[in-house]
């Protein structure tokens, strides 16, 4: 029988990284649920598709494919329609439109298939908003990784720069405190732990720390 792992959070709080790297470490399959709405995001943007026009987001559905595949590293790749679109989508527009296209009830019953019949079948660590209160409300553990937003907007920041785009601290803090308010307070699937979530706070912690933990509290409750 397969074992699912959800790991829920707020935008920042280095659930891909983290859940990509723990994966790897317990030779799981990693399901990164954000890159999916961001690629339906993209694929709005693309369209010239306002993030605040639902039916014209819902109107696109149908033209939509996507496919999570793996590159010759390993690593996991996201295709929209055949394209791989892993870089496109991890733009601050990107993450904005995410977020706006995951309130959209017919967006997240278009993707929720696809994200159970991957855990059906594989030992999977799946990280989003949601995961543990509705994706896999049945996962063996579930884990709420958080870091206070000034935290979570610096390692945004870096990560950016690092990547050459340019940006200013100030804007990434408003950016991620916007989109927690979106998060908590949308009608559909808010961002909240589950009642039976372990709540792991990594604001002191650097990376390594923050995947040990991670990697002792799964084993500890496995």
């Known amino acids: 029988m397969s074992i699912a792992i959800a790991i829920d959070g707020p935008a920042g709080a280095g659930k891909s990284t983290l859940s990509r790297k723990v994966a790897e470490e317990l ?11 961001r690629t339906i995001g993209l694929a709005a943007a693309r369209k010239n598709i306002n993030k ?8 696109i559905l149908s033209e939509i494919k996507i496919e999570l595949a793996f590159n010759d590293e390993g690593a996991q790749i996201v295709l929209l329609n055949g394209e791989d679109v892993s870089g496109l989508i991890r733009t601050p527009e990107a ?54 937003a000034e935290t979570r907007a610096m390692r945004r920041y870096k990560e950016n720069i690092e990547k050459g785009i340019d940006c200013r601290y100030e804007e ?3 950016d991620v405190n916007e989109r927690d308010y ?11 732990p589950a009642d039976d979530s372990i709540t792991l706070d990594t604001s002191e912690l650097d990376f ?8 002792k509290t799964i084993k500890e409750n496995i």
Request: net charge negative; charged share 25%.
């Open 95 to 148: 993450s904005m439109y995410a977020s706006a296209v995951s309130a959209v009830p017919e967006v997240r019953a278009f993707l929720l298939d696809l994200q159970r019949n991957i855990a059906k079948s594989e030992n999977v660590i799946m990280d989003g908003r949601d995961i543990g209160t509705v994706v896999l409300p049945d996962a063996k553990v579930k884990i709420f990784l958080t870091a206070s």
């Open 52 to 59: 605040e026009d639902t039916n014209g987001i819902v109107s």
């Open 172 to 174: 990434v803090l408003r």
């Open 208 to 215: 390594e720390g923050s995947k040990q933990l991670i990697l």
């Open 27 to 37: 030779s799981f399959i990693y399901v990164d649920t954000g890159a999916l709405y």
């Open 182 to 192: 979106k998060d908590i307070h949308r009608d559909i699937a808010p961002l909240k």
